[in-house]
């Protein structure tokens, strides 16, 4: 009985470091690495940016969107990916706001949007494109003054199955804590 505990015991801390490597590999792999391949900006009014070459299949693409929006202006800013004919493969976007007012207690509050970032796999090597397609309530003098910043990297590897990875080696470790042993949560985490 105390060698099945033992052996238990050093399983849990197996899938524990595996699911701390794990968890850790996601994060630096979703924070660092890739090659820049576009940063340039369009007008508030839209615009396509690229060539942008891709030298491997499936490489997935990492998409930095930023725009300073006057006070009370709100934005939708769709990109495009399209092909070497400039034909659409797929789209993307999110909203951009700045916004101000008061609370129902007479407190002044201020908030705005104005990044997003978003992946995209590519799925051949090639020239793509991006077309910046904005809906906005800026005036047409706003649009064209105005600008709308995009940055686009290379992702080395995909975070993906390393979050999975980790996700499931914690689940794991905590059913094998609970399955016979009757270990609480605190206690399973105290061990380590």
Avoid: C
């Avoid at 690229?50 to 930095?64: A, F, Q, Y």
């Avoid at 796999?121 to 904005?134: E, I, Q, R, S």
């Amino acid at each position: 009985m105390t060698e099945t505990k033992s052996q238990k015991a050093i399983i849990r801390r197996l899938l524990f470091l595996f699911a701390a490597l794990s968890l850790f590999t996601s994060l630096v792999i979703n924070l660092v690495g890739g090659q820049p391949k576009v940063s340039d900006t369009v007008l508030a009014a839209g615009g396509t940016l690229g060539p942008i070459h891709i030298d491997e299949p499936n490489t997935i693409l990492r998409v930095r969107v930023r725009q300073n929006l006057p006070l009370n202006h709100w934005s939708y800013v769709t990109l495009e990916l399209l092909d070497d004919q400039k034909r659409y493969l797929t789209g993307f976007g999110d909203e951009f706001w700045s916004e101000d007012g008061y609370d129902s207690d007479g407190y002044y509050w201020r908030e705005s949007e104005g990044t997003y970032k978003a992946r995209v796999t590519v799925p051949k090597a090639g020239d793509y494109y991006l077309k910046v397609k904005p809906e906005s309530n800026l005036s047409s003098g706003q649009k064209r003054t105005g600008n709308i910043a995009v940055s686009v990297k290379t992702a080395s590897f995909s975070p993906i199955p390393h979050l999975a990875a980790g996700i499931i080696a914690i689940i794991a470790w905590f059913v094998l804590g609970f399955i016979g042993g009757g270990t609480s949560p605190l206690a399973a985490l105290r061990e380590h």
